[in-house]
């Protein structure tokens, strides 16, 4: 049996008696006049199907106490099928996707209108479809219309995704490899880069490098739009402009990962643009280089990352007093959240389908533990602005550096650790590449 298999009987497991559960797909969204941006497959539905086409839906039920899973794809279409691409089709689906049954995605209103008359509970992802809302609005109150000529009429109205989102949290041994595949093709670009860099190179240029060394890799899609910033950029966090020029003498912080068969990567580093960090660039970087490797050591099963946050933000703040960028009293400057001013995000988050993954937290007062099979991302940063109030020499640095990492029994493994982290392996790798050049 697939995994995807297992996954929907798990949901259905969850599901109540006469039932039924709706997942849609992903919106082709148009970019220009008649072009479309890449199509991405809906996280939740490729984790319950693996079908990558648009325009689709899955329907599970659970009446009687029998399962049934049914698909609503696009029908085969000659024409379509010459200029655009293959499609699965109806005829092919239940051998290919293990459903019980496909219908054409044109039949889905009224098949649905027939099916959900009788259903005690719908299960669906809430306001979260603008299209999925209006069609169970137009069926359901057409249904409530009919009660007089014997309609039954779901009475239950579940949010499928929570429950959903809860199973995707603790990966499989299979998802485990994909995000490790993900991870190594990742760093693989993020090493490329450093090779590549040199002074006068434009930050889109360093980009390519890296898309060019994922698809060499394997693949042609990135997890998240790529920040390539020189200097004073890698101050602002989400940079994704990637179109200035890189300086001697200034960093450059590189937050990329790769998506492989839907897993994503995601990785920061941070380097001289020249190949020699300066004194200043060397401490601070030390300084967010031991806290990571300290927050890594920390990471195992029963541990909140919260928990793990509040460690990290302790140890940089010392570090700053201790550098001159803060002054005062560190219980008081992480009270007031002084420090917010060079460290304003979070410790990481789940990694998976997708970049930021599925999954709660738990509350401020009652965090989340980690737990054996999570996949994670540590990734503190240090970010002084241009505009920041402290000495000249401390301005434009922005640093971050991330890792991903796979919950286990013991601890961690780091999955994306083949990326140099440590001052001295960096510029080893970006002279030997000047050498070799
Ligand atoms: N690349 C997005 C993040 O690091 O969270
Ligand atoms: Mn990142
Ligand atoms: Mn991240």
């Known amino acids: ?41 809906n996280s939740d539905f490729h984790y319950l199907t693996g079908f990558s086409e648009p325009d689709a839906l899955l329907m599970l039920t659970n009446i009687d106490g029998v399962a049934r899973v049914i698909l609503f794809n696009r029908k085969k279409d000659k024409s379509a099928e010459i200029w655009h691409g293959y499609r699965l089709g109806q005829e092919e689906a239940p051998a290919k996707l293990a459903v019980d049954q496909a219908y054409g995605i044109d039949e889905f209103e009224t098949r649905l209108e027939s099916m959900i008359n009788g259903i005690d509970a719908l299960y669906y992802p809430m306001f979260q479809n603008d299209a999925l809302d209006h069609t169970l609005k137009t069926i359901i109150n057409k249904l409530r219309a009919s009660k007089r000529k014997g309609a039954i009429v779901p009475n239950c109205y579940f949010d499928c995704l929570p429950i959903l989102h809860e199973m995707r949290v603790i990966k499989s041994e299979r998802e485990a490899e994909l995000l490790a595949e993900a991870a190594e093709i990742s760093a693989s670009g993020h090493i490329r880069a450093m090779q590549a860099c040199y002074p006068g190179m434009w930050e889109y240029q360093l980009e390519a490098e890296i898309k060019h060394q994922f698809a060499l890799q394997g693949t042609r899609d990135v997890a998240y739009n790529s920040i390539v910033a020189g200097g004073n950029n890698a ?62 050591n920390q990471v195992k099963p029963g541990v909140a990352m919260a928990d793990i946050n509040k460690k990290v933000v302790s140890k940089l703040v010392d570090g700053l007093l201790a550098l001159g960028l803060l002054s005062g009293d560190s219980e008081a400057l992480i009270a007031d959240e002084s420090y917010k001013d060079f460290y ?20 401020l007062d009652d965090p989340r533990v980690l737990e054996a099979g999570m996949a994670i991302t540590i990734e503190p940063g240090l970010y002084v602005s241009n505009d920041a109030d402290v000495d000249d020499c401390w301005k434009g640095i922005g640093i971050r550096i991330e890792d991903d990492l796979l919950v286990t029994e013991q601890g961690a493994e780091v999955l994306s650790a083949d990326v140099p982290k440590t001052i001295d392996e960096i510029e080893a790798l970006m002279a030997d590449a000047k050498a070799h050049g």
């Open 1 to 41: 049996m697939s995994l995807f298999q297992q996954r929907r009987i798990e949901f259905i497991n969850k599901m109540q008696a006469n039932s039924m559960a709706l997942f849609p797909v992903a919106h082709e969204t148009i970019r220009n006049n008649d072009c479309e941006y890449p199509f991405r497959q």
């Open 235 to 296: 101050c602002i966090l989400h940079y994704t402009e990637n179109n200035k020029q890189l300086k001697s003498g200034d960093l450059v912080l590189i937050d990329a990962g790769a998506e492989y068969q839907g897993y994503a990567g995601d990785i920061t580093r941070t380097f001289p643009v020249n190949g020699k960090f300066t004194d200043h660039q060397a401490q601070l970087y030390q300084l967010v280089l031991d806290i990571q490797v300290s927050a890594i």
């Open 344 to 363: 304003m995000h979070g410790i990481g988050h789940y990694l998976g389908l997708d970049v930021h993954d599925a999954g709660s937290y738990g509350t």
